[in-house]
Nanobody
Framework: QVQLVESGGGLVQAGGSLRLSCAAS????????MGWFRQAPGKEREFVAA????????YYADSVKGRFTISRENAKFTVYLQMSSLKPEDTAVYYC????????????????????????WGQGTQVTVSS
């Protein structure tokens, strides 16, 4: 069992930066691939970024590539999403998600970008970017 709690959301101006944190619990966290998703009002949940259990493989949606950075510190049981050059289009509830340990191949796009591929979810944190 992996439990996730997001924090760090808030209101920022366009062009600003924000760092989200996801605190995880569970004895096998170090072997869980992790992802960030977001969901805007009236829209489907969409993939933002993913990171392999070792931290050596990262993946991003085209819409955030070059602006967002996903990282993890396994010793602190935490995953981060550093967001820079924020745009109003980034406004959404951001969710941290985890896959069951050693359950999927993150190098396969189908295994990292679909919400259905993740087994555990946080409660979400609101990010609002004003223009």
């Amino acid at each position: 069992q992996v439990q996730l709690v997001e924090s760090g959301g808030g209101l920022v101006q366009a062009g600003g930066s924000l760092r989200l944190s996801c605190a995880a619990s569970g004895r096998s966290f170090s072997y869980s691939n992790m992802g960030w998703f977001r969901q805007a009002p009236g829209k489907e949940r969409e993939f933002v970024a993913a990171i392999g259990w070792s931290g050596g493989s990262t993946y991003y949606a085209d819409s955030v590539k070059g602006r967002f950075t996903i990282s993890r510190e396994n010793a602190k049981f935490t995953v981060y999403l550093q967001m820079s050059s924020l745009k109003p289009e980034d406004t959404a509830v951001y969710y941290c998600a985890a896959q069951a340990p050693l359950s999927r191949r993150i190098k396969d796009n189908s295994s990292r970008s679909a919400p259905s591929e993740y087994d555990y979810w946080g409660q979400g944190t609101q990010v609002t970017v004003s223009s």
